[in-house]
């Protein structure tokens, strides 16, 4: 390992798998004051060199053990298919105080694979940014700014592992977010994966078309934009396509599903019905704007009792996750395994918090909203 002399504030963070996403954490986290060393390590030495170079990380190490054994945070950045057992290393090799976490788009097979004690301490991750551009040469510290963050915990967490990995994203600019991790590979099926299998297939279409060059340059904005993730890197979506292979199986059905409906009604010649699917999508767009448009609001918390059992507080986050509640901070306060704990969570907007104690008291808490003072 070659050492950074500085002297270095906040908690130790690895990395496995320092390319893009992982060079831009360790460059926000650097950046932010969010750690101190950032300890890098990948099966390339030249890519350690150039993430070094970049400061992206302040120490390479030889081994993931030895990036992991000094670390209170860790980040599994490679592959799909690699990193059950990178997470599995990682788990072993971290200081038992220590949270691992990963960032792919991926999470149901990992979760199935991970023990209850492995779940304690583990939290899966999948930021939902990224570039066209791969390698940590790319790597910028803004990458993760304003970008949602889905945590998929597990039903054993502890949640003082969620509430610090939570507060590290929050200080490097992302927004987390809790889901259920088999509703992640549900709704990135549907999201991300199944539009990467649309637009390649629509590229290939229009690249095989007979007018062949002349109709990709005649290509309108709309074409360009539905294509844009054509051809993204074969090897990394083979590995998410196979991984999340029976959610994307079900996603593409029932989008054959809908094509047939489109393609049976102009083979009918019937306009109304035509005319019906077209608003019914406008009708969808336009709410999806306005929900996803949050108005200035003043903060406000949220508390709530909770027991010291497991999947308590896996199940309010996923609970208020699924609800499109953004949380913008939280706490836990635990007091023994008798009484359990106090959660404290705070939102933007009292009809926002309104809706939150809600949610919570129809599962059966009773959570008190209030105003923070400025």
């Known amino acids: 390992m070659s050492d950074d002399v500085r002297p270095q504030a906040g908690p130790t963070i690895a990395i496995i798998g320092v390319g893009l ?16 060393r950032v300890l ?17 990380i302040t120490a390479s190490c030889a081994t993931l053990e030895d990036a992991c054994r000094d670390a209170d945070l860790v980040f599994v950045a ?4 690699l990193i059950p057992q990178h997470v599995h290393a990682a788990l072993a090799a971290a200081p038992e105080h220590a949270v691992v976490t990963d960032m792919g788009s991926t999470k149901g097979r990992l979760m199935t694979e991970l023990t209850r004690q492995e779940q304690r301490r583990f939290v899966g991750g999948h930021p939902l940014c990224g570039a066209e551009t791969a390698g940590v040469i790319h790597a910028t510290a803004s990458l993760y700014r304003g970008a949602t963050y889905f945590l998929t915990p597990g039903a054993h967490v502890d949640p003082g592992a969620v509430q610090r990995l939570f507060g590290f994203l929050t200080e490097i600019g992302a927004r987390p977010v809790a889901v259920d991790p088999f509703e992640h590979d549900r709704l990135m099926a549907l999201l991300s994966h199944l539009p990467h299998v649309i637009a390649n297939a629509l590229m290939t279409q229009a690249g095989e078309h007979r007018g062949g060059r002349d109709a990709l340059v005649s290509a309108g904005p709309s074409f360009r934009d539905m294509t844009r993730v054509a051809g993204a890197n074969p090897r990394i979506w083979t590995d998410i396509f196979a991984e999340n292979r029976e959610a994307l199986l079900a996603s593409l059905r029932e989008f054959r ?4 409906e489109v393609t049976a009604a102009i083979e009918a010649a019937d306009e109304d019905r035509v005319a019906a699917t077209i608003a019914r999508a406008a009708d969808h767009r336009t709410r999806l704007l306005e929900e996803s448009s949050l108005p200035p609001a003043d903060l406000f918390r949220l508390t709530v009792r909770i027991p010291d059992r497991p ?4 199940d309010i986050m996923v ?5 499109g509640i953004n949380i913008e901070d939280l706490s836990m306060h635990h007091e023994s395994a008798e009484l359990g704990g106090v959660l404290a969570v705070y939102l933007l907007g009292e009809a926002v918090s309104r809706r939150a104690a809600d949610l919570l008291a129809d599962l059966g808490y009773e959570p008190v909203v209030g105003r923070v003072a400025g």
């Open 319 to 323: 609970a208020l996750g699924d609800a």
């Open 21 to 36: 996403m992982g060079g831009s954490l360790g460059l926000a986290a650097r950046g932010r004051g969010a750690a101190g």
């Open 40 to 56: 890098g390590f990948s099966r390339s030495s030249e890519t350690l060199a150039t993430a070094l170079e970049l400061g992206a």
């Open 257 to 260: 599903a809908r094509l047939e």
């Open 78 to 81: 490679t592959p799909v298919r």
């Open 311 to 314: 999947g308590v507080y896996r």
